[in-house]
């Protein structure tokens, strides 16, 4: 293999297609059920709109997309968010051919986005907004190189797209192409590449893309933030000094999250040349540290302002380029040799071995020790066990949450879903003795499962209608243990009487 990849590097990408569809595969030979991202996606997917909620909508529109040609079906999820990564990784694998000398150091670089957790593992589990500000993190480094390379009408134009793009991906990645336009001022050799009359096509086509949800997000500003503003500043402190050291603690520990395992791996390859490259320099590492740095000034300033609870995967868009930053140092201080591929091309092979491997085998080990994850909970029989209960098909369900709302269209994909908070995609619904609402809702699978309020409200809002005397149903879990039960509560709703 090593041979191989010296003589052709580029067969590289078809390790990793190879990969990725593996991983396709996995997902479908897992249960019928969808983890939290996912039962939000195939929900929103109902609908195409410039908005939705918190989240910014551009993998919402890539999923819808994906749906019209796949359905709203596991495969849909899958295969897009496994073309997504795949090309996060082709974008970033041809950065590194283009800014290293060593073809070697250009496919460990390319591998080493394997090393983080949250770009490798987590993305696979569940995340969606996350893999669209990687896929969109890499487009613009490529267009960026491309553009400082070989600068013409179509690179600058492609690094707008990419920025417009990342905005409406995810908003934390504006820190990105903000931290790269000081980091270029910083640098002589690129400085002239950001005062070329090019760059205002940048600027247009950015601000083109950026425009439609940016607008949307003004008139939507509490619905767009609130949800965001909350989980910044979720961690209780008794005070300002306690709120700075909280903040700074979760963002000390969310950095050792994201790169630990990244640099322990590379220590591996690199041995004790990786500790001799921290003072090597060139265009390009000084470039792209000064991203990363000037990025993590700006976190502390988030932390300074209020935030108290930094995620490890907030720092993706920014530091998913740690493995090329390392690649850079070890060719700056002429320290490539042969033996590195040699021994991080096993790491990156187990890698793509035991990442799919340990996604497999999480939902069964989970049941076996009673420690259950969203998968393990029996939705496609709940779903199909109400729906049996009656004997009309309902025109619309009514569920307590996204991730609910998901498997059951996901289960009944021929039944509209909605939930509270979104009555401005509901379209009208047959409501009379054949076709009734159907109000689906759980207490995190406990037996006690009181109706929500805010369900009571929409209810409530829709011609006063009531659940009367809800049903319930309490399926096994998925490879649980005998007599642990997971429960629903569900009623069926019709037109009152006169």
């Not at 192409?177 to 760059?199: G, N, S």
């Not at 933030?225 to 700075?244: F, N, V």
């Not at 069964?364 to 909970?377: A, F, R, S």
């Not at 005397?469 to 007599?483: F, H, N």
Request: contains cysteine.
């Amino acid at each position: 293999m090593v041979a191989a990849l010296r003589e052709r590097p580029y067969l590289v990408f078809a390790l990793l297609g190879a990969y990725f569809i593996a991983n396709v595969i996995v997902r479908l030979s897992l249960p019928h059920s969808l983890e939290l991202d996912e039962g939000q996606q195939l929900f929103l997917a109902q609908w195409l709109a410039i908005g939705y909620d918190t989240q910014p909508p551009f993998y919402n529109w890539l999923q819808y997309g994906s749906e019209q040609l796949l359905g709203p079906t596991l495969a849909s999820l899958s295969v897009l968010k496994n073309l997504v990564l795949f090309l996060s990784y082709l974008f970033f694998g041809l950065t590194s051919f283009m800014v290293l000398r060593s073809r070697p150091l250009a496919i460990i670089a390319t591998l080493g986005l394997l090393t983080m957790p949250q770009v490798s593992f987590e993305a696979q589990r569940d995340l969606t907004h996350t893999v669209a500000v990687i896929f969109t993190s890499c487009l613009f480094l490529f267009a960026l190189v491309r553009a400082i390379k070989a600068p013409s009408l179509f690179t600058y134009a492609l690094t707008g797209l990419a920025i417009g793009l990342g905005i409406i991906a995810k908003y934390n990645f504006v820190l990105l192409p903000a931290a790269a336009l000081l980091a270029m001022l910083a640098e002589p050799e690129f400085r002239r590449r950001v005062f070329d009359w090019r760059i205002l096509l940048t600027v247009v086509i950015a601000i083109a893309v950026v425009t439609p949800h940016g607008l949307w997000f003004l008139d939507h500003l509490d619905a767009a933030t609130g949800r965001t503003i909350g989980k910044l500043t979720a961690e209780e402190t008794t005070g300002r000094l306690s709120q700075i050291l909280t903040g700074l603690t979760s963002l000390a520990l969310a950095f050792v999250g994201f790169a630990a395992l990244t640099l322990a791996l590379f220590g591996i390859a690199f041995g004790r040349d990786l500790s001799r490259a921290v003072k090597a320099s060139s265009p390009w590492t000084r470039l792209i540290g000064r991203i990363m740095l000037i990025s993590a000034i700006a976190l502390v300033v988030v932390v300074l302002l209020g935030a108290s609870n930094i995620k490890d995967r907030w720092l993706t868009p920014i530091y998913l380029v740690l493995p090329l930053y390392l690649c850079l140092k070890i060719e700056a201080a002429n320290l490539a040799s042969e033996r590195q591929l040699n021994r991080f091309l096993p790491i990156g092979l187990a890698l793509m071995v035991l990442i799919p491997l340990v996604l497999f085998a999480r939902i069964p080990l989970h049941g076996m020790l009673g420690k259950y994850e969203k998968l393990n909970v029996p939705y496609e029989a709940a779903v199909a066990q109400i729906l049996a209960s009656d004997p009309n098909r309902p025109s619309l369900v009514l569920a307590s949450d996204q991730q609910i709302a998901g498997n059951i269209r996901l289960n009944a994909p021929d039944i509209p879903v909605t939930i509270p908070g979104y009555e401005a995609f509901e379209k009208p619904f047959l409501f009379d003795a054949t076709h009734p609402l159907l109000v689906v809702w759980r207490n995190r699978g406990r037996e006690s499962m009181p109706l929500p309020q805010d369900l009571a409200d929409w209810l409530a809002a829709h011609g006063g209608l009531s659940v009367g005397e809800p049903r319930s149903v309490a399926l096994p879990y998925l490879y649980g243990k005998p007599g642990d039960l997971y429960h629903f509560a569900y009623a069926f709703v019709y037109p009152k009487a006169r």
